[in-house]
Every structure is written in structure tokens, then in C-alpha cells.
């Protein structure tokens, strides 16, 4: 299959600037967590340590990597003077948004696969096992960074810098505060207020629904056809920020 | 000369508002008509503020007219069929400063590949003069403001468009590098390519365009061939301008 070459050129953008470079520092943070994890009365309790660790790091590498590579793309285009060019000479709005997307999907799927086999040989090697269920949770990680990057790149361009930046991290904490809210609810005491709270949470990404780290590590087992409900779910997100981003660059005037 | 209508503007409008927070709106252009023919050079002048980037950002199909009818080859301005029949080369060059020259070519080839476009070869060495001594491996970000600029009238050139905008070409370049541009665009002009360019300098516009078209607070004011106005004509056209706006 080939490539769209604006895909392409924002892999190479990403290479150019060594921007998987993170990786050096990943492998700092994994000898740290080892080292740390040797704390822990038996070998069991140490690999447990360090997958926790190990899942929670993974996971904030990839969300904020995903971000960064997601977020300055069609800003910087716009302050470069390159958007201008490919808009009126080569590409269609929505043709550029959707083929820029597809290569920041490329570059942080490359970042997510290395972070993982960087975690999974460390484990190995350190603690000679390798649960089954690390690649459902490498999955549901990928899948929240993909619809993490996806709203950075819709709030990019329909907000100012700023507002973009304090709104993608709102809506990340916000994502992610779900596990608490019913029992804010239930602390209420209006039934009337806390449905409609919940119901305006449906509204937002849930990113809490991506975290299938701790079920499997407190030994629960999460069924296939949740696997496939998740993937669907972050698709749906994906696609809703990605349609909105192309009708919001069908409208905006350069 | 072919009559075939390259660019038709007809009672175009835009009005911009003074603050994102007020609903106060000031006319950029203002029922801005004019028809350019095949194969004809155009130069836009006029003051600063005068509506020169945003008639030729409605051109491109980068902002919308508030009312009006813009047709680039009879297509809608911003359509994909008038995208493929234009290049624009801007003020500013655009930089991909990872890329060598080469890489540089070669992706926006592709690109142009990309939208189906098939390429005549009658500007090859056109685009040879304008790269050949720029660096084949260095990265763009070692070049100098001359050689982008050069690199980039060639990633216009490859793509052999009918229509060629150039925005305020020849700003920030020395001597040397202007007589280029102008000669370049000369030469453009003599293979039948439909020129217009947005300048603010009167001896650019003399030289390397057929007609000459001052703006002023989004209107005509003068629409003339060149052979039929001098450059002291042109000047104290200005002068007066300028008497106006002070």
C-alpha cells in the first residue's frame, strides 16, 4: 500500500527532529523502576512492582508523545507559511487534515511499538516472564493515545494556542476523573443533579475505560468482546475529532 | 493572444471585523471586478493595506468572499480543478529545512503526482537554471533567503502550472536575485504562461508584466497595459495615494 507523501513527511519531520529520542530516556526510566523494584521482599512482588510501574510509564510516554507529535502539526504549518501552499496549490482541506492525521497516527503507532518491546524485553530479561495480557494492555494504550491525539488535533485548530493546550489536558483529566464521579454523585444527594452530571460525562472521551492495567494485575479477567467494545469506542472518538477538525478547516479562511 | 478567461472576479466583497470581540467590520474589497486573459502577465500595486494579500488569497480559495464570483479557468477558486492549474510561489519561501534540495523536488513531485497531474517538460531547464547551484545534499536549513526563494520557484515550476502566482517575489532578495526573478518571469511570460504577481515595487511591475493594476482601500484605481503608462505616471499615482491617506 502506499503512503500519502503528507503522511510520510510527517514521519520524517518527527525522524528529522529526533524527536524518538524519548526512547533514550525511556530506557533511563525502566533501569530506575528495576532498580527500584528490587526493594520488594520476593520476586513476585518485584515483577508485580515493576509491571505496575512499568504500564503507568508506558502510559504517560505514549499519551504525551502522542500529543506533542499531534498538536503543533497544523499550527506549525500555519506559522511556517506551509499551509498556505498546500491548501491552494496541492492538497483539498480535508485531504490535508486526513492525511496529516493518518501520519501522526504512523509516528506515535512506530513510538508506542519500540516503548513496548523496550518494556517487554526488560521484563523478560530482568524476570524471565511475560504475562499474555501486557499486549491487551499495550492495545488499549495505543487506542487512548490515538483518541488522545486526535481531540489535541481538533482543539489545535479550533482554539487559540493557549486555550488548545489548557483544553487538551482538561479534557484528559476529566477523562480520566470518571471513576470517581458516581461516588460524587452518590455524595449529592440530588438525583436529579447527578444524572445530570453523568449524562453530560457521556459527552466527553471516557478514558478511564482504556485503563485494563490494574484488572489484570488484581488477577480479573477482562473478556474479548470488551477488547473489540474499546476499540470500537476509541475509533468512534477518533473519527468524531477527525470529522470535526475537517469541517472546521472546510470553514477557516487563511 | 488566446482569449480564454485564466482569472474572473466579478463585484467581490470582503470585510474583515477590527477585533475578534467587536461585530464592527471593515471593507478590505470592495465590488473588486477584473478579468485576466490567458496568457497575459499582471502586476498588483498598491499601498499598504490596499487589499493586494487578500484579493489574491481569495484567488487561491484561502479566504471566502463575502459576496461576489471568483473563477479561476472557469472552476470556483478553491475547487480542485483550479488547484491543478496553479502554482503560487509566496512572499515568504516555504522551508522544509530537513529536507535537501532534491528531497525537496522530489516530494512535492509527488504530490503533484498525487493529484493526477500530468507534467510537460518544456520548463525543465527553466527549473535547472534556477537550482543549479544550490547544494545537492545539504539540508535546506544552510541555504540562504536567495536560494529558498529559487528552490521554491522551481517546486512552482515543476508542477508546470498555467497560472503562476507570485506574492511580493523579489522582497528580501539582493540585485542579483531580483534581475533573476524578473528574468525568470520573462521568460514565463514568452512560453505563454499567465502571470500575476502582487509587488510593491513600480520598476518590477514595468518589467515583468502587460498590465499594471493599482489598488486602493479594495478598489481599482488604475488598470492600464503597461506600454500605455510611464513610471512617473505610476509614481505620482502613488504620491497621491498617499496624499489621501494621510
Known amino acids: 500500500m502506499k503512503l500519502p507523501k503528507l503522511s510520510l513527511l510527517v514521519l520524517k519531520e518527527c525522524i528529522a527532529k529526533n524527536v524518538l529520542g524519548i526512547h533514550l530516556f525511556y530506557i533511563i526510566v525502566l533501569f530506575l523502576l528495576i532498580s527500584f523494584a528490587q526493594g520488594a521482599p520476593d520476586v ?7 509491571l505496575d510501574g512499568g504500564m503507568t510509564v508506558l502510559f504517560l510516554f505514549s499519551l504525551f508523545f502522542a500529543m ?102 482538561f479534557l484528559f483529566l476529566i477523562g480520566h476523573f470518571t471513576y470517581y464521579i458516581e461516588y460524587y454523585v452518590n455524595q449529592l444527594g440530588n438525583p436529579l443533579a447527578g444524572k445530570i452530571i453523568l449524562n453530560l460525562y457521556s459527552l466527553l472521551p471516557n478514558f478511564e475505560v482504556f485503563g485494563l492495567k490494574n484488572a489484570f494485575l488484581t488477577a480479573k479477567t477482562v473478556p474479548d468482546f470488551y477488547i473489540l467494545w474499546l476499540s470500537v469506542y476509541a475509533s468512534g472518538w477518533i473519527l468524531v475529532f477527525l470529522l470535526g477538525t475537517c469541517l472546521w478547516m472546510e470553514k477557516k479562511e487563511f | 493572444m488566446s482569449s480564454e478567461i485564466a482569472i474572473f472576479a466579478s463585484q467581490v466583497k ?28 499582471i502586476a498588483i500595486l498598491g499601498p499598504n493595506g490596499a487589499g493586494k494579500t487578500t484579493f489574491m488569497k481569495a ?20 475547487s480542485q480543478m483550479a488547484r491543478q492549474r496553479l502554482g503560487f510561489l509566496s512572499e515568504l519561501p516555504l522551508i522544509l529545512d530537513f529536507l535537501s ?6 516530494h512535492f513531485a509527488s504530490l ?22 544550490i547544494p545537492i545534499d545539504l539540508p535546506m536549513s544552510s541555504y540562504s533567503k536567495g536560494m529558498m526563494q529559487r528552490l521554491n520557484f522551481a517546486r512552482v515550476l515543476q508542477k508546470d502550472p498555467e497560472l503562476i ?82
Not at chain 1, 513476585?44 to 515493576?50: E, G, T, Y
Not at chain 1, 486526535?150 to 486555550?163: D, E, K, N, W
Open chain 1, 44 to 50: 513476585f512482588a518485584r515483577r508485580d512492582l515493576f
Open chain 1, 68 to 169: 506533542t507529535v499531534t498538536f503543533p502539526m497544523i499550527l506549525l504549518d500555519l506559522k511556517e507559511n506551509r499551509l498556505m501552499i498546500f491548501l491552494s496549490t496541492y492538497v483539498s482541506r480535508s485531504r490535508y487534515v486526513l492525511h496529516k492525521a493518518l501520519g501522526a497516527g504512523i509516528t506515535i503507532a512506530l513510538n508506542h511499538i519500540i516503548l513496548c518491546i523496550l518494556t517487554s524485553l526488560s521484563l523478560y530479561i530482568v524476570y524471565e516472564t511475560h504475562p499474555q495480557w501486557m499486549f491487551t494492555v499495550y492495545w488499549a494504550i495505543f487506542l487512548e493515545s490515538l483518541v488522545l491525539a486526535s481531540a489535541a488535533l481538533f482543539l489545535s485548530v479550533t482554539l487559540s494556542r493557549f486555550m488548545a493546550m489548557m483544553s487538551t489536558g
Open chain 2, 14 to 41: 470582503k470585510s474583515f471585523r477590527k477585533n475578534p470581540r467587536h461585530k464592527e467590520k471593515f471593507p478590505v474589497l470592495n465590488n473588486l471586478s477584473l478579468s485576466v486573459t490567458k496568457s497575459q502577465s
Open chain 2, 59 to 78: 484567488l487561491l480559495g484561502l479566504v471566502f468572499p463575502d459576496s461576489g464570483q471568483i473563477q479561476i479557468f472557469s472552476h470556483p477558486a478553491g
Open chain 2, 101 to 106: 534540495r532534491q528531497s525537496f523536488l522530489n
Open chain 2, 112 to 133: 503533484i503526482s498525487d493529484a493526477g497531474h500530468s507534467k510537460d517538460n518544456t520548463l525543465d531547464t527553466l527549473i535547472q537554471d534556477l537550482i543549479g547551484n
Open chain 2, 165 to 246: 502566482f507570485l506574492d511580493e517575489p523579489a522582497t528580501g532578495l539582493d540585485p542579483i536575485g531580483q534581475l533573476n526573478i524578473v528574468r525568470i518571469v520573462n521568460r514565463l511570460r514568452e512560453l505563454g504562461r499567465t502571470i500575476y504577481v502582487n509587488t510593491h515595487s513600480i520598476d518590477f511591475a514595468l518589467e515583468a508584466a502587460d498590465r499594471v493594476v493599482v489598488l486602493h482601500q479594495g478598489r481599482i484605481v488604475t488598470d492600464q497595459m503597461c506600454k500605455d503608462i510611464s513610471r512617473s505616471e505610476l509614481e505620482n499615482l502613488f504620491l497621491g495615494l498617499d496624499s489621501i491617506r494621510s
